[in-house]
């Protein structure tokens, strides 16, 4: 879980942003009624917060409590874009956020370094990133834990960057 939003991970999220306009685009998939959802929890001191809007992960050992709340969410996100992680059956993702979202993040970068931000994905957690600087270009990277049945179901409702059919997905609710 423990990632850098650094300048070189900055780079290899535009070079997958880059490969998202040329490589193929797979057909949605999976169950009718299944749609796919990605949210991002702030890390939190847990000290003088109710213990109901946080909820605890353990990192190398560690216990750390996130936000119940999350700071990015499905309607802030315009598109997005698979890559391969690396790790030879999982996959990463791509998000870019629309205009607001960009902004509240910057703020929440600004503020937050020195913390994690966790992704969940359809429900689970898949990944985490450390806040080092601000984040002011609105990408934001699930570098790995990412299923091809998250990708089909990520298809349903958001277009993937680059496409140039943009047409309307359905809604998550």
């Known amino acids: 879980m423990c990632l850098i939003l650094g300048m070189n991970l900055r780079i290899a ?20 009624g299944e749609l796919g959802m990605v949210t991002f929890h702030l890390e939190t001191d847990p000290t003088g917060v109710n213990p109901k809007l ?67 994905a359809n429900g689970r957690v898949v990944d985490g990133v450390w806040i080092d600087k601000p984040v002011n270009d609105g990408v934001l990277v699930i570098w790995k834990g990412i299923t091809n049945n998250d990708i089909k179901l990520f298809d349903k409702v958001l277009p993937r960057i680059g496409a140039k059919d943009k047409a309307k997905k359905k809604k998550a609710k």
């Open 54 to 120: 946080v909820f605890t992960q353990m990192d190398e050992g560690k216990q750390r409590f996130f936000l119940r709340s999350p700071e990015v969410t499905m309607k802030d996100i315009t598109a997005f874009c698979p890559f391969p992680s690396g790790t030879g059956e999982e996959y990463g993702l791509v998000f870019q956020l629309k205009d607001p979202a960009k902004r509240r993040l910057n703020a929440v970068s600004i503020a937050n370094q020195g913390k994690f931000l966790l992704s969940q």
């Open 13 to 32: 999220a535009l070079a997958a942003i880059i490969s998202c306009v040329f490589a193929p685009h797979g057909e949605a998939g999976g169950k009718p």
